[in-house]
């Protein structure tokens, strides 16, 4: 009979320390998540205040003044529109509407003759020939507008008046 005692108290006693230890699990376990959510949302209000400052100095936050400036209005394919604002003192940079929101572009020298202006901060890109112009999202590498066209591009092209002269051959 003592073995079966023994063996009873053995039982009860693994039974507890079973019990003890799910508890012990199931409190670590509440506690650990507490720990990381107060973390994580300090990180998160932490966050917001480094991307509220601008990237770089020369870019402008805020929307640029466009007092005094030649107005050029581009309609685009798909019924996309763009405002363009050049100032005639400073050629190296415009103000384009886009979406509702004005951004100050900055002149970026090319080897073939087009326009071409950047807002590195916001990854737009315009890009003006003579035949029309289209701004690019750089940072989703995708065309925001194609086939922009204002006033002056829109109108057809005028072809010289002369006629083709007529060439007269002789059957023999």
């Not at 799910?22 to 300090?42: F, I, L, Q, R």
């Not at 466009?66 to 209005?73: G, I, L, M, R, W």
């Not at 685009?76 to 004005?102: F, M, P, Q, V």
Request: proline share 5%; net charge positive.
């Amino acid at each position: 009979m003592s073995i079966s005692k023994l063996f009873l108290a053995c039982s009860l006693a693994l039974a507890s320390l079973s019990l003890a230890a799910g508890a012990h699990a199931a409190a670590e376990t509440t506690k650990t998540p507490v720990k990381k959510a107060v973390k994580k949302s300090a990180k998160k209000a932490a966050k917001p205040v480094e991307e509220a400052v601008p990237k770089t100095p020369d870019e402008e936050a805020d929307e640029p003044a466009v007092t005094d400036s030649a107005v050029t209005e581009f309609d685009c394919e798909l019924g996309n529109k763009i405002t363009i604002y050049a100032n005639t003192t400073d050629e190296s940079h415009i103000a384009l509407r886009w979406k509702k929101r004005l951004h100050r572009l900055t002149r970026v020298g090319t080897t073939t003759g087009a326009q071409r202006f950047e807002n590195k901060l916001y990854g737009l890109i315009w890009i003006g020939i003579p035949a029309k112009g289209m701004l690019l999202d750089s940072k989703l590498n995708r065309q925001l507008a194609n086939e922009c066209r204002n006033a002056e591009q829109l109108k057809p092209v005028v072809t010289s008046d002369a006629e083709p002269t007529s060439v007269k051959t002789t059957v023999q």
